[in-house]
């Protein structure tokens, strides 16, 4: 069965630093990969997503993740973080002719002046 | 716009009630998902539909039911046999149906709180 972890409950980070947001995943052939947001009380939205092809995948916001198969990564990252940012990021798994996504447990990102 | 429209977006219920969560989409797209987020635990699977007149349990289906009697309709029912029915939920939709490759979009959310 597919899974992803994101080993990161928590992050915080300075304004303008940078953001890395850690995510794993298993699944025996090519997986779809997806990064959503959500801010409190809210739906999810996408920030970017990988098919295949180019690793390296940008998305909106300033975002991008790059898919390392040998590390069955697919990591998000941010040169700078605006305060805007804050809120919590899913990394989702998905597959052709698998039933749904399936998510990660999230990550919450603090965003400090 | 074309969207997702979940309703109420907050509820509240006595326990051993049922429940119905309302979701409509008006993306034309053929399949339909429930998700429920309990804080730490990500978002987990109730149910979905890839047709209309069709759905498949998800990985937490029991105290739930469904209902795709229309494509752009796709009602979400607690039951007074889920146990801890307090939580937030998310429907979504894809454009394809059969394959989970596509972006899923989601609604606001519905904020469940047993009394």
């Known amino acids: 069965a597919q899974s992803v972890t994101q080993p990161d409950i928590h992050i915080t980070v300075s304004e303008g630093a940078s953001l890395e947001l850690r995510c794993n995943y298993s699944y025996g052939a090519t997986p779809y990969l997806f990064w959503y947001v959500q801010s409190p009380g809210q739906g999810l939205q996408l920030l970017l997503k990988?098919?295949?092809?180019?690793?390296l995948v940008q998305g909106i916001k300033g975002f991008e993740a790059e898919f390392k198969r040998s590390q069955s990564s697919f990591n998000l990252r941010k040169p700078s973080v605006h305060w805007s940012d804050a809120a919590e990021y899913f990394c989702?798994?998905?597959?052709?002719?698998?039933?749904?996504?399936?998510f990660g447990s999230g990550t919450r990102l603090q965003v400090q002046p | 716009d074309g969207g997702i429209t979940q309703s109420p977006k907050y509820l509240f219920r006595k326990e051993g009630q049922n429940v119905t969560l309302s979701c409509e989409q008006n993306l034309n797209h053929d399949a339909m998902y429930w998700y429920r987020q309990d804080p730490g635990q990500g978002l987990r699977l109730i149910y979905y539909s890839q047709i209309v007149n069709d759905f498949q349990k998800g990985d937490i289906a029991e105290g739930y039911s469904v209902s795709r009697e229309k494509k752009e309709s796709f009602p979400l029912t607690v039951t007074s046999a889920q146990k801890n029915p307090t939580a937030f939920y998310l429907c979504?939709?894809?454009?394809?149906?059969?394959?989970?490759?596509?972006?899923?979009?989601f609604g606001e959310g519905s904020r469940l709180t047993v009394l």
């Open positions: 979504a939709s894809s454009k394809n149906s059969g394959s989970s490759s596509g972006e899923l979009f």
């Open positions: 989702a798994v998905g597959a052709t002719g698998r039933r749904a996504l399936t």
């Open positions: 990988y098919f295949s092809g180019d690793t």
